[in-house]
């Protein structure tokens, strides 16, 4: 009976320790979110007269041109600006795998999973992807701290407009898109 009883607890124990990682998890998805609501990544065309900002989700948050992009054919520019959406894009969703990894724990694989995703797409391999992940968090400081030589317009908003404040994100129930990537990161049937 002594043997079944310690069997027992020791079950319990593992259960208890179970709950207490599921609690730890879920204490972070607030930090998570908020972390998630803040991502910004940008990428410039290879000539730099493309700009682009990608946020949360991958939404466009801004575009720019500077006087070189203007002069570009319309097919030339086109592609300059569609090439660069994709790659803030993609940025901006290896941000988002880290983050959740960073919280939720990398036995998910997410930035994983999402490298060779991306190097299917761009006709890439993983290593490749990892060191361009690996260059775009250590440069990324320094390209911050430089001044930009972009001109000042904008296809999302006009330069003229004064700057107005963010708003605060929408509460987590509101159905936001950080919302719904951990939806589906989570849904069995994925």
Known sequence: MSAEFEQL???FDQFQSQL???DDRLASIGGMQDELSRIE???SSSDRSVTVVAGPGGAIMDVKFTEDALRLRPDALSAALMSTIQQAV?????KQATIVEEHMGD???LVDQVLETQADLFGTTVEEMRARMD???TSRPAAEQQSDDYSERSVLKSADEPQRPQPSPPPASSGSDGDRFLKNLFDDDH
Do not use: G
């Open 90 to 94: 993609a940025e901006s969703a290896r």
């Open 135 to 137: 260059e775009e968090s």
């Open 9 to 11: 607890v020791a079950q």
């Open 41 to 43: 990544a940008t990428a």
């Open 20 to 22: 207490r990682n599921v």
């Open 107 to 109: 036995d998910l694989n």
